[in-house]
């Protein structure tokens, strides 16, 4: 083993081997042996405050979760780039055809702030500029900042963001047939990281409504 590979990781794959693979042993031979058949498809922020499967106590074989800068979605675009998005949304709709596409925005997202302040011209190295130039709907949508403080201004866009990622999806032709038969159903979530709220996206008000815990 690399002498270098972080302690951190192996005291928590101790704590993983000792603990949550003890109870979940069955379970992990049963998803190695039968494959596995995850109905919900989560696409979240590589932000390291907003996992997943934490933020919904998720085991092995749950969730099939994506997770870019900024939880964005790029518009299906069949070209000879590399598209990992687009690559993770054809596999989990289309082979295992997952039933519900959450799109899961949160609080003090560093794409979204880092667009809003330095919006383009982006140069041409720069990953996450132009990477963040995806939700340039959301911030046409929003409009300037105006009178509304800093912080209301970017959980706006962020909400907003979530939006377009959910419009975004369905340029995709296969989610769009699936959507439309009712096999499938988007979700627009937002997780508030200071208190650990969880809103989500009622379509028929475009508002973010709090989660009560049950
Ligand atoms: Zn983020």
Redesign the pocket.
């Known amino acids: 083993m690399s002498a270098s590979f972080p302690q951190r990781l192996i005291d928590g794959y101790s704590a993983f081997a000792n603990g949550r693979l003890q109870s979940e042993q069955h379970r992990y031979r049963e998803l190695a042996e039968r494959g596995q058949t995850p109905e919900i498809m989560v696409i979240?922020?590589?932000?390291s405050r907003?996992s997943p499967e934490v933020i919904f106590d998720a085991g092995p074989g749950e969730l099939f979760v994506v997770r870019n800068?900024?939880?964005l979605v790029p518009p299906y675009q069949p070209d000879s780039h590399y598209h990992g998005v687009s690559a993770a949304l054809e596999f989990g709709v289309g082979v295992l055809k997952v039933k519900h596409l959450v799109v899961l925005?949160?609080a003090?997202?560093?794409?979204?702030k880092a667009f809003a302040e330095h919006a383009p011209p982006v140069t041409p190295g720069d990953f996450i500029g132009h990477w963040m130039t995806l939700m340039a709907p959301a911030l046409a949508k929003v409009g300037p900042r105006g009178d509304l403080a800093p912080g209301e201004y970017l959980t706006r866009l962020?909400q907003a963001s979530v939006v377009n990622s959910l419009d975004s999806l369905l340029t995709f032709p296969q989610i769009r047939t699936r959507v439309e038969s009712g096999a499938l159903m988007l979700h627009g979530a937002y997780f508030g990281v200071a208190k650990g709220r969880l809103s989500v996206l009622d379509r028929t008000t475009g508002e973010f409504r709090p989660v009560t815990p049950g």
Request: aromatic share 0%.
């Open positions: 979240g922020c590589c932000d907003v800068v900024g939880n925005g949160h003090h997202c560093g794409g979204v962020e």
